[in-house]
């Protein structure tokens, strides 16, 4: 089992920038897909970004493209996102997710994550 843990968030205001990171333990980081999502109150959960165990592979929502970046580091078991150019819209509380399947060749889908963090607070003010 691996267990996950998000820090970074916070209130920033519009324009602004965040990086949250997620470290992971329990099994072996580097073989497994990772992803983020975020939940705002009264919406239902969205799949933001993931990337594949190597790295190579990469998924972003419509919704933070250009502006989300997604990257690993294997030797810190530790997946990034960082947020630029931050909108009242992206307010919610934000999520790292770990693939059920190890060495997916593509970047998880939104159905393919078996492990969650407790999640991070990022507030966008206007």
């Known amino acids: 089992q691996v267990q996950l843990v998000e820090s970074g968030g916070g209130l920033v205001q519009a324009g602004g920038s965040l990086r949250l990171s997620c470290a992971a333990s329990?099994?072996?980081?580097?073989?497994?897909?990772m992803g983020w999502f975020r939940q705002a109150p009264g919406k239902e959960r969205e799949h933001v970004a993931s990337?594949?165990?190597?790295?190579?592979?990469?998924y972003y929502a419509d919704s933070v493209k250009g502006r989300f970046t997604i990257s690993r580091d294997s030797l810190k078991n530790t997946v990034y996102l960082q947020m630029n150019s931050l909108k009242p819209e992206d307010t919610a509380v934000y999520y790292c997710?770990?693939?059920?399947?190890?060495?997916?060749?593509?970047?998880?889908?939104?159905?393919?994550?078996?492990?969650w963090g407790q999640g991070t607070q990022v507030t966008v003010s206007s």
């Open positions: 997710a770990a693939d059920r399947l190890r060495l997916r060749i593509s970047a998880p889908g939104a159905a393919d994550f078996g492990s």
């Open positions: 990337i594949s165990w190597s790295g190579g592979n990469t």
């Open positions: 329990g099994r072996t980081f580097s073989n497994y897909g």
